[in-house]
């Protein structure tokens, strides 16, 4: 089992910066890949970022160049730097982990609110 928590959202308003935090705790080991997914009002859940163990990244084309996933394995812990935050950013944020048999692990999620 993996257990994971979320923390850094809030309200912010357009333009500006928030950073999300998701701890890891449980069987760590058998984490590979970490990742963020959003979900807004009405929509399906997608895909923001995604980290590799190695550290190989990949972002959604509506965030590129302005969130920043980063991994400390060490600690556990996936961050997710968001710059130049939009209104349409808003949304509950998950913390999503898949082990190497690749069954998956979802955070309780953190709201993320940009005001115009």
């Known amino acids: 089992q993996v257990q994971l928590v979320e923390s850094g959202g809030g309200l912010v308003q357009a333009g500006g910066s928030l950073r999300l935090s998701c701890a890891a705790s449980g069987s760590i080991f058998r984490i590979n890949r970490m990742a963020w997914y959003r979900q807004a009002p009405g929509k399906q859940r997608d895909l923001v970022a995604l980290?590799?163990?190695?550290?190989?990244?990949n972002y959604a084309d509506a965030v590129k160049g302005r969130f920043t996933i980063s991994r400390d394995n060490a600690e556990s812990t996936v961050t997710l730097q968001m710059n130049n935050l939009k209104p349409e950013d808003t949304a509950v944020y998950y913390c999503?982990?898949?082990?190497?048999?690749?069954?998956?692990?979802w955070g309780q999620g953190t709201q993320v609110t940009v005001s115009s």
């Open positions: 999503n982990a898949m082990t190497t048999s690749m069954f998956e692990y």
């Open positions: 980290i590799t163990k190695s550290g190989v990244t």
